[in-house]
């Protein structure tokens, strides 16, 4: 079975400042995805990266997947209140179907 | 554009009760999968189908049941509630295996 670790569980910071939340694994997946889930709704797709050490970027966030296909990051600059959410990555391995972490819950107090 | 839909919203059931979640997309997309979402674990996955008369086992597929008749709906089954099956549920769509899996916005089943 894959696993994905999501790191930090809970992060609560103040308007403004800088954060990376961290996925990992032992296991090498051929994509993964982060998604953002707000309270009562669907989670919904950010980004997608398939290549070891791609780096993508969606305005003030910044997306990296590890030189090995088994980690990724995710960094916000300036974090707004809009940002809360609970950020979830989601790893694929071949046509297996998506394998989701537990997520990082993210609070940003104005 | 609907998107993928879901009823009900809420369900309270009482344990041996059986139920049905719906769960329709209008996105043409082959793809469909079920997930329960339980506090602070994820979502995990229940059953999928990669098309009309096609269902996989997830990860979790025990007391649960699903069907495909058409690629627009995957009804997700409860046959005897369980306390244990008390979760929020999001069905969810893509058109390939691949790509951007399309969320419904949940059912929040209590089983007491």
């Known amino acids: 079975t894959q696993l994905l670790e999501q790191s930090p569980q809970f992060l609560s910071i103040q308007e403004g400042e800088n954060l990376t939340v961290y996925c990992n694994s032992s296991?090498?997946?051929?994509?993964l995805q982060w998604y953002r889930q707000e309270p009562g709704e669907g989670p919904v797709l950010l980004v997608t990266?398939?290549?070891?050490?791609e780096v993508k970027k969606l305005k003030r966030l910044t997306f990296q997947f590890g030189d090995a296909r088994k980690d990724s990051s995710l960094h916000i600059t300036a974090a707004q209140p809009g940002d809360t959410g609970l950020y979830l990555c989601a790893g694929r391995s071949g046509n297996t179907p998506l394998v989701f972490g537990k997520g990082t819950r993210l609070s940003v107090i104005a | 554009n609907a998107g993928v839909t879901q009823t009900p919203k809420f369900r309270i059931l009482k344990i041996g009760q059986s139920m049905t979640l719906q769960c329709t997309q209008d996105m043409n997309h082959n793809y469909m999968y079920w997930y329960r979402q339980d506090p602070g674990m994820g979502l995990k996955l229940i059953y999928y189908?990669?098309?009309?008369?096609?269902?996989d086992k997830g990860e979790v597929p025990n007391g649960y049941n699903v069907s495909r008749s058409t690629t627009e709906d995957f009804p997700l089954r409860l046959e005897l509630a369980a306390p244990s099956q008390t979760s929020v549920y999001f069905c969810?769509?893509?058109?390939?295996?691949?790509?951007?899996?399309?969320f419904g916005p949940g059912t929040r089943l209590t089983v007491l």
């Open positions: 969810a769509s893509t058109r390939g295996n691949t790509d951007t899996q399309y």
């Open positions: 990266v398939v290549t070891g050490g």
């Open positions: 189908s990669v098309g009309a008369g096609i269902t």
């Open positions: 296991s090498v997946f051929s994509s």
